[in-house]
C-alpha cells in the first residue's frame, strides 16, 4: 500500500465481507495509519456482529477521524444501538445498497471540481484502483480481469506502468457525454454511476441496465407515471441507440400536456 501513497491515491476504501477481517484490520491498523491517507472508508457488511464489535469500531474512528465505517445490515437491533450512541460516527446502510447499482438524489454530487471531472471522464471509475484480498489488480470491482498481483509489486514504477496500461484505462474515459441515454440526461454532471459501461464497436457506450431515472419524461422509477425506456420507444442495446420520435411525443403528450409537447418539439433534441 505504501505505492498507493506514492502515486498521491490519499483516499482508500476497505470492504469487509467476514468479521475476522475487521480484527486483521484492527491488528495493522497504525501501519495503515502511518501512510497518510486522507481519508479511509470502511465498508462493512453484516454477517454476525454484536454490540461488542460495534463498540470496537466506533472507538476506531472516533480515535481517527479521517476513518469513515459503513456497516451494511438488515439487523434493526444493531442499527438502533447504534443510533442510540453518543458520539456514533458509523452509518447503517441495508445489505441490498451495497450490492445496488441504482441511481437516486443520494448518489448526487455537486461542486466544480467533479462537475469539470466529468466533461470528460467517467467520475466513478476514474483513477481507481481495485486490490482483491488475494492482492489481485484491476480496475473494477469484482473484475475476471486483472492485471497482475500486488504482492509481486516491488517497486511504484511496476504499478505505475499497469496503471498507464489502456485496457486499464478503458474506463476512465467513458464520460456521460459518451454514454447512451447518459448524454441526454439533465443530471449527467451531478451523477456517480457505479455500473458498468460497455463499448460498442462505433467507440459508443451503454449500459446493460437501465438507471432508475428516465430523462426522456423526466420521472423517477417511483413517481407517478413513470415508464420504462422501451415503452418510450427508446431502444439502447450492443447494436445501438434510437428513439421512435412519434412514440414519445405522444407519451410526454399523455403525462404533461400538449404545451408541455410542444416545448420539447422546438428543442434540438428532436432535430
Known amino acids: 500500500m505504501l505505492f498507493l501513497t506514492e ?3 490519499f483516499n ?4 469487509f465481507e467476514k468479521k475476522n477481517d475487521i480484527y486483521l484490520f484492527e491488528k495493522n491498523i497504525k501501519e495503515i495509519i502511518s501512510l497518510n491517507f486522507n481519508s479511509i472508508e470502511l465498508h462493512i457488511i453484516d454477517t454476525e456482529y454484536n454490540f461488542e464489535f460495534v463498540d ?3 472507538i476506531l474512528a472516533n480515535e481517527h477521524l479521517f476513518l469513515h465505517p459503513v456497516l451494511y445490515t438488515n439487523n434493526q437491533k444493531i442499527v438502533q444501538y447504534i443510533y442510540s450512541k453518543q458520539n456514533n460516527r458509523i452509518l447503517c446502510e441495508s445489505v441490498c445498497n451495497f450490492y445496488s447499482y441504482d441511481i437516486s438524489y443520494d448518489s448526487f454530487f455537486c461542486n466544480i471540481m467533479f462537475f469539470t471531472e466529468s466533461q470528460h471522464y467517467n467520475t466513478y471509475y476514474h483513477k481507481k484502483i ?4 488475494d492482492g489481485l489488480i484491476s480496475n473494477m470491482l469484482n473484475s475476471s480481469k486483472n492485471f497482475g498481483n500486488i504482492n509481486q509489486i516491488y517497486n511504484k514504477c511496476e504499478l505505475i506502468e499497469i496503471i498507464a496500461l489502456q485496457d486499464f484505462q478503458l474506463l476512465w474515459y467513458a464520460s ?8 441526454d440526461c439533465e443530471f449527467r454532471h451531478l451523477c456517480i454511476d457505479r455500473r458498468i459501461p460497455l463499448k460498442r464497436k462505433n467507440d459508443s457506450w451503454y449500459f446493460t441496465t437501465e438507471c432508475n431515472y428516465n430523462p426522456y419524461i423526466c420521472k423517477w422509477k417511483n413517481e407517478h407515471g ?5 415503452d418510450c420507444g427508446i431502444i439502447c442495446n450492443e447494436h445501438g441507440f434510437s428513439i421512435d420520435k412519434s412514440k414519445l411525443k405522444k407519451v410526454l403528450k399523455n403525462l404533461w400536456g400538449l404545451l408541455k409537447t410542444q416545448y420539447f418539439s422546438s428543442s434540438n433534441f428532436w432535430g
Open 56 to 58: 470496537k469500531i466506533n
Open 176 to 183: 456521460k457525454e459518451k454514454i447512451s441515454i447518459c448524454k
Open 130 to 133: 481495485f486490490i482483491s484480498k
Open 7 to 9: 502515486l498521491q491515491c
Open 12 to 15: 482508500f476504501a476497505i470492504i
Open 226 to 230: 413513470y415508464l420504462p425506456l422501451n
